[in-house]
């Protein structure tokens, strides 16, 4: 689990930002994409001290937050936690997992893998952020696609970033390919 943010490792952070002023709170700092929108201005990259900490309705929703319930529900199972707790745990992951920079290669939609009733931990990019070996990771996607075929060794050095992930809570790790 990332110490800056939950669902990105630590280790890979710095070869995902920008030094530069944040537009929030204008000071110098390694800047990372995130899309937030206050009503009278944009911008897609932020301080980790302003996306922690600007109100959660100004950033940009990420497209798959509606399964967030489930996971939660997946997690404790029936029995363990009360409806009021289980929306308050749904709340803090929504929370959580907004606030988490848009490092993936997420080109087509937000599809961030999720196992064991969490969302997975970005680990980087296979040959660039993330040297290998790659063995091990399973593919996280559409059953019939052809990136399955390939594998990670087959697709990497392409101009479309393969990401890895790995879970928190059990030893899977995942790979995801989304083309331009
Ligand atoms: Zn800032
Ligand atoms: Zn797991």
Request: glycine fraction near 8%.
């Amino acid at each position: 689990m990332g110490t800056i943010f939950t669902y990105i490792a630590d280790d890979v952070l710095s070869n995902y930002s920008e030094a530069g002023t944040c537009a929030w709170c204008e000071s110098n700092a390694d800047l990372y994409t995130i899309y937030i929108d206050d009503g009278s201005g944009v911008a897609d990259v932020a301080c980790v001290k302003c996306i922690k900490t600007l109100p959660l309705r100004w950033i940009h929703p990420k497209d798959n937050e509606r399964i967030i319930a489930s996971l939660i529900n997946t997690r404790y199972p029936r029995g363990t936690k009360s409806q009021d707790q289980r929306f308050a745990l749904t709340v803090e992951m929504c929370d959580d997992y907004r606030r988490t920079p848009r490092l993936p290669n997420f080109i087509q939609n937000d599809d961030w893998p999720h196992c064991c009733g969490d969302f997975t931990e970005f680990v980087g990019d296979a040959g660039r952020s993330y040297l290998g070996p790659f063995d091990g990771f399973e593919w996280w996607g559409d059953e019939n696609d052809g990136a399955i075929e390939y594998g990670i060794d087959g697709m990497i050095g392409g101009e479309d970033r393969i990401s890895l992930f790995r879970c928190m809570h059990c030893s899977k790790r995942y790979w995801t390919f989304q083309c331009t």
